[in-house]
């Protein structure tokens, strides 16, 4: 059996390599983002990063179109700090929606926003959320998960020490639940 030259060897182990490193990020799917919603009256289409933009920043829109999906009837382009992270559509009345968009800031933080648009069946509308009392945020450092349920927003963060870095948070947890009235955030109740 005749050697091998070196060059090929390198060449060979070099595939190899790449072939297991591509195994391994393939092997775990990531869940997939919704975007398009449909209801008895409208369609609903997210498109979470504009042309030529870059996931880290830039914008994204949302689209009502009519039932068929055929015919435009509001939309909007909204900036964003980071990426578009999951989106709920609910309906509130007959042919009006809520919609919900979690968008998550690219810095090591992760820190999360939320944001309301109202479809009042002809127009898109942001809905000014409050604010959470500071008190509701002491050891607050991002990564920031969004949940909506019949229109109650619940928001989850680990809670840091003031030593804590950022991978490690060591406080436990906290839940913050904005009611269906959006008055105000309160610390949600265990159960």
């Known amino acids: 059996m005749k050697p091998v ?6 060449l ?17 799917p990531a869940e997939a983002l919704r975007l398009e919603f449909k209801s008895q009256h409208h369609v609903v289409r997210v498109v979470p990063t504009g042309p030529g933009e ?3 920043i830039g914008s994204y829109s949302v689209i009502v ?19 578009v992270s999951k989106v709920w559509v609910e309906p509130a009345g ?3 929606l809520r919609v919900w968009i979690w968008t998550t800031s690219a810095g090591s933080g992760a820190h999360g ?4 648009l109202a479809f009042t069946g002809r127009a898109l509308q942001e809905i000014k959320l409050p604010e959470a009392d500071p008190k509701l945020l002491d050891g607050h450092m991002g990564h920031d998960r969004f949940e909506v349920v019949d229109g109650t927003v619940y928001w989850e963060f680990p809670l840091y020490a003031p ?6 948070p060591t406080r436990g947890t906290r839940r913050l639940v ?11 109740i265990r159960q």
């Open 5 to 10: 030259p070196r060059g090929r060897v390198w």
């Open 12 to 28: 060979l182990g070099g595939l190899l390599f790449l072939g297991l490193a591509e195994g391994a990020i393939t092997a775990q």
């Open 54 to 56: 870059m996931a880290s």
């Open 65 to 83: 179109y009519s039932a068929d999906g055929m015919e435009f009837v509001a939309g909007t382009v909204r900036e964003r700090d980071g990426e």
């Open 94 to 96: 007959e042919k009006d």
């Open 113 to 116: 926003r939320i944001e309301l």
């Open 163 to 168: 030593d804590d870095t950022n991978a490690h």
């Open 178 to 188: 904005l009611g269906p009235d959006r008055k105000r955030w309160a610390a949600a």
